[in-house]
């Protein structure tokens, strides 16, 4: 299956200081971080809510995509934090339907809903995403293969941006370690004439940035998409083999899947929560020394390279009516 990850980090000008909460000590602040690690995410429970950019096709082919007007997405649970600057963008590309901006009761959490789409924050920090592909594709699998649906959370680590700040290069840490718990709560996949199992699909992956942040050299700005698929609606186990890889068609950038036994031994499609954790910086520098060889980097200095930021969220290919969630976000760093 052909899949399109857009980079969505957005340089922001100024530092809120009421977010210092979820902002992160740098290391020489934080005496027991080779012990407990350095939390790469800001907000991982989502209590400053969303800046949600429009719904448009694709931030590489339209140029007012990206830029246009933003607006938040709090949810009311959170009162506090109703002047905070959202860690959490959010891509609404490719739908057919945009989130209004005052959520509803959804339960015990509270909703932003279209006829094609959901978004829920519960008071744990779950979130709930579930997609309508009937209606988000009028019931007809897409022929223009440029732009699908996709509802995609995004921020920056060590990126510029906001909550952009120095959390060490590759060779500076011993682990990179990655948490996610998810759950599939429904998928119908509502095959239909014309289905085609390697183009038309489901999944939802949670991408990290491996970006050359530094400005001395050649490749300053270069990175390398690296991937852990949490669902799959074609494959109980998505990557089986080591240096899975292919190009981006939309950043035109390396995607390198992390092997699916690397991070988790559950089958997510018993729609059961499956824990997903493991160190994945082997695979951020091996995603290195693999894109450098193939020509798509300028340099192999793994001291150039940290972790720019992270997505997560759901792209759609296919009609699936689907209902999923996750929670525990988190990526820590040891040194």
Known sequence: MKRIIFATWVILLSVPTAFADFRVSTISNTPDITQNGLELIADPKFTAGFSAIPACNRPDSD?????????????????????????WDLAQWGSRTNFQETPTPYGVAFAWS????????????????????????????????????????????AAPGAYGRDVGNLTKMTKLLFNLDFRLLNDNVMKRQGYDQSRDALIFPINLTV???NRASAGYGEYVWLQVVAYDDRYITPNQVADKNMIDLGTKKLIYFVPSDAVTRDNVHRNQWAKFNGDVLPFAKRSVQFAFEKGLLKSQDLTDYSIGG???????????????QFRNLSLKAFY
Not at 316 to 324: M, P
């Open 63 to 87: 140029a007012a995509c990206a830029t246009g007007s933003r607006y938040n997405l709090r949810s009311p649970a959170y009162p506090q934090n109703s002047s905070v600057q959202p860690a």
């Open 310 to 324: 992270i997505n997560i969220g759901y792209e759609l290919t296919g009609l699936n009516i689907a209902t999923f």
């Open 211 to 213: 970006q050359n942040l």
């Open 114 to 157: 279209t006829d094609t789409k959901r978004l829920a924050i519960y008071p744990d920090g779950t979130i709930e995403m579930a997609v309508d592909g009937v209606r988000e594709l009028n019931g007809k699998y897409l022929s223009d293969r440029t732009s699908w649906p996709s509802l995609i959370a995004s921020e920056t680590i």
